[in-house]
């Protein structure tokens, strides 16, 4: 793999969550972005890391951070549905 290559850290990073490697799932995103900031997809990668972590607070600023991003993006309406479903169920981004 190549170190500087986005598109590989995020393909590790599904590997990593296929294989239920949160932390390490994670880890390979935050690289992603790190490399190409403007793909905006990784928030909702990021959301179901963190969702799966339990830590719903953060994935809630993911989900959102990737409507703010890519407001009429393919995966929008799913997220704009997840993120009403979790504001009504009271969950509140981490301040």
Same mark, same amino acid.
């Given at each position: 793999?190549?170190?500087?290559?986005?598109? #590989?850290?995020?393909?590790? #990073?599904?590997?990593?969550?296929?294989? =239920?490697? $949160?932390?390490?799932?994670?880890?390979?995103?935050?690289?992603? %972005?790190?490399?190409? /900031?403007?793909?905006?997809?990784?928030?909702?990668?990021? #959301?179901?890391? $963190?969702?799966? =972590? =339990?830590?719903?607070?953060?994935?809630?600023?993911?989900?959102?951070? $990737?409507?703010?991003?890519?407001?009429? #993006? *393919?995966?929008? /309406?799913?997220? *704009? %549905?997840?993120?009403?479903?979790? *504001?009504?169920?009271?969950? %509140?981004? /981490?301040?």
């Amino acid at each position: 793999m190549e170190p500087e290559s986005w598109f #590989g850290h995020y393909k590790l #990073g599904l590997t990593y969550f296929a294989l =239920q490697n $949160y932390k390490e799932s994670e880890k390979e995103f935050r690289k992603a %972005q790190d490399l190409d /900031p403007s793909f905006s997809e990784i928030h909702v990668r990021l #959301g179901n890391v $963190y969702l799966r =972590q =339990q830590n719903a607070p953060k994935a809630l600023a993911e989900f959102e951070s $990737y409507l703010h991003k890519d407001p009429k #993006g *393919r995966l929008a /309406p799913r997220v *704009r %549905q997840v993120v009403n479903d979790m *504001r009504a169920a009271g969950v %509140q981004p /981490p301040s």
